[in-house]
């Protein structure tokens, strides 16, 4: 009755009358707030901590050491900032991210991906990769690159808690209540069962909200201070200071063709900081060490003689962790735009020779000529525009994306974007549509500008000054295809992110007659 139907979303009401409940919403007799000094590096702790300023500030509850950080409680939001601003804290200094530099970093991780002796782990193999590249006919090589990106959500990370005798209540917008509770339990010494947790309404989550610091730096400051209710909240610049964010990437492709452009060997060589390797362990060992958050979407259905993919993983000490599209975000890039390129230089359709590599793939097939109709792909543009193509077929979805692009000053501006998307049972047709049009803008801004940078193992954006996101007027329209098939039911809340920055950087070759090879796309190219 339902599958299948335009059903009104439960949720929407209360967002748009404003009524709905988020956790920095949170209200209840007798809270407190709590705001957090943290350390300026990844891993560090206090040292020495002198609060007597912060403490004789009125309304100050009291001063908790919680490892990376010292939190201040009070009657208000603004009484605890007011007194975290006047704790004078030393802090160690030996954390493995303090000789992190991003840019130093990426550098090494372009030689590794370079460096064809050094194997790593194999992801994924088909056939004979380096035979099929020997004997191919023409050989393309490229390096890509992408930079660490933060979630930065609209609402910052809170937690609101309060600690009863031996049991411990949350409340906290949360993407994983088991990393809630497991965390809380571990560090907090609470007994699972004494764990209560509410989930709120998340102000935006994209994969920041899975991992559950910030409900255990509230718990411990909640069991300081027993029978009072404290909402932690982080400012945006605490936001960004913590930032969990996507692993700076390098990737090396190399390609092979026969002597009718047919493409026979494809290696594809993926450095990469670890996520999996750091916050699930046991489930990284057991799956060989292969981390599947920084490498799926590196397959695919495109059917080649020869495939090889090579994970080579860093640990520089900056915790990197989920973010919307992770892994098909940037290898998808790097995989359709040498697609693209392979066939501009055969001199073939690249439209065609992505149908024949998805030959064996009639899903796939089919939404490719389906966005093709959609936007007309057939037919030149004018007036100083180009139409760029991509494809993805992560989380068992199959999505056709083609943009329309022109370029002022060297830098592009997106039109218009359509996309035909196969997610197997379409259990609720018009949320796919506006899950597909909020994470292709969701790659669009993080293609076009955004990029967090490392001095020291220090963020250097902290704020929206700095970091720079998609404004309203850059906002192109999107024009989405649901494709139902009798299929189980795929992933879709991603779907829209992998292809809209290879689609782009396709377009911008055809204007240009350059190749981008970086995420963010050069300032002007």
């Not at 018009?430 to 963020?459: D, H, R, V």
Request: charge should be positive; hydrophobic fraction near 45%.
């Amino acid at each position: 009755k339902l599958v299948g139907k335009e059903v009104a979303r439960v949720d929407l009401p209360s967002k748009v009358n404003g009524s709905a409940v988020y956790g920095i919403d949170s209200r209840m007799p007798g809270l407190h707030y709590a705001a957090v000094l943290h350390a300026p590096v990844q891993g560090e702790k206090a040292e020495k901590i002198d609060d007597a300023a912060a403490k004789a500030v009125a309304g100050v509850k009291a001063i908790v050491p919680i490892g990376g950080g010292v939190a201040v409680v009070a009657d208000s939001f603004f009484t605890a900032q007011k007194a975290r601003a006047l704790l004078n804290v030393t802090w160690t200094n030996t954390a493995k991210g303090r000789k992190y530099d991003s840019d130093v970093a990426m550098k090494e991780f372009v030689a590794r991906a370079e460096n064809l002796g050094d194997a790593g782990v194999t992801y994924f193999s088909h056939g004979d990769a380096a035979k099929e590249i020997a004997g191919g006919a023409r050989t393309f090589k490229a390096s890509y690159t992408s930079e660490h990106v933060a979630q930065f959500t609209m609402e910052p990370m809170n937690c609101t808690a309060k600690v009863d005798g031996d049991k411990i209540e949350l409340w906290v917008p949360s993407q994983t209540v088991a990393f809630v509770v497991g965390g809380v339990a571990a560090v907090g010494g609470f007994k699972p069962e004494n764990i209560k947790v509410n989930i709120t309404l998340l102000g935006g989550g994209y994969g920041r909200r899975v991992e559950a610091e910030y409900a255990i730096e509230a718990a411990l400051i909640a069991k300081a201070v027993p029978g009072v209710p404290v909402q932690m909240i982080w400012t945006r610049e605490d936001d960004m200071l913590r930032s969990k964010p996507r692993p700076l990437t390098a990737q090396h492709l190399i390609a092979s063709v026969d002597a009718q452009g047919k493409l026979v060997g494809f290696q594809h060589r993926v450095v990469a900081e670890t996520i999996y390797g750091r916050v699930l362990p046991p489930a990284f060992k057991a799956a060989g060490n292969k981390d599947a958050p920084v490498m799926e979407g590196a397959d695919g259905v495109y059917a080649i003689p020869g495939h090889l993919v090579q994970q080579c993983l860093e640990d520089r000490g900056i915790a990197c962790s989920f973010w919307r599209g992770v892994a098909p975000g940037y290898l998808k890039f790097a995989i359709e735009t040498m697609i693209d390129e392979i066939a501009a230089e055969t001199k073939q359709d690249a439209l065609k020779m992505r149908m024949d590599l998805a030959a064996k793939s009639p899903r796939a097939q089919a939404v490719m000529q389906e966005v093709a109709k959609m936007s007309d792909y057939a037919r030149p543009r004018t007036d100083g525009r180009a139409l760029g193509f991509a494809f993805s077929d992560t989380w068992t979805s199959f999505i056709g994306m083609v943009v329309e692009v022109s370029m002022f000053q060297g830098k592009p501006t997106v039109h218009k974007i359509w996309a035909a998307v196969d997610c197997g049972h379409a259990l609720t047709p018009k949320n796919i549509e506006t899950q597909i049009e909020g994470s292709a803008i969701f790659g669009l801004s993080a293609a076009l500008g955004e990029k967090l940078s490392y001095k020291a193992g220090e963020p250097q954006q902290r704020n929206l000054g700095a970091y720079t996101l998609l404004r309203a007027a850059q906002t192109p329209i999107v024009t989405v295809k649901v494709m139902p098939t009798d299929n189980e039911p795929g992933g879709i809340g991603e779907v829209g992110l992998p292809p809209v920055a290879p689609a782009i950087a396709n377009a911008i070759a055809k204007l240009t007659g350059k190749r981008i090879r970086t995420l963010p796309f050069p300032q002007t190219v």
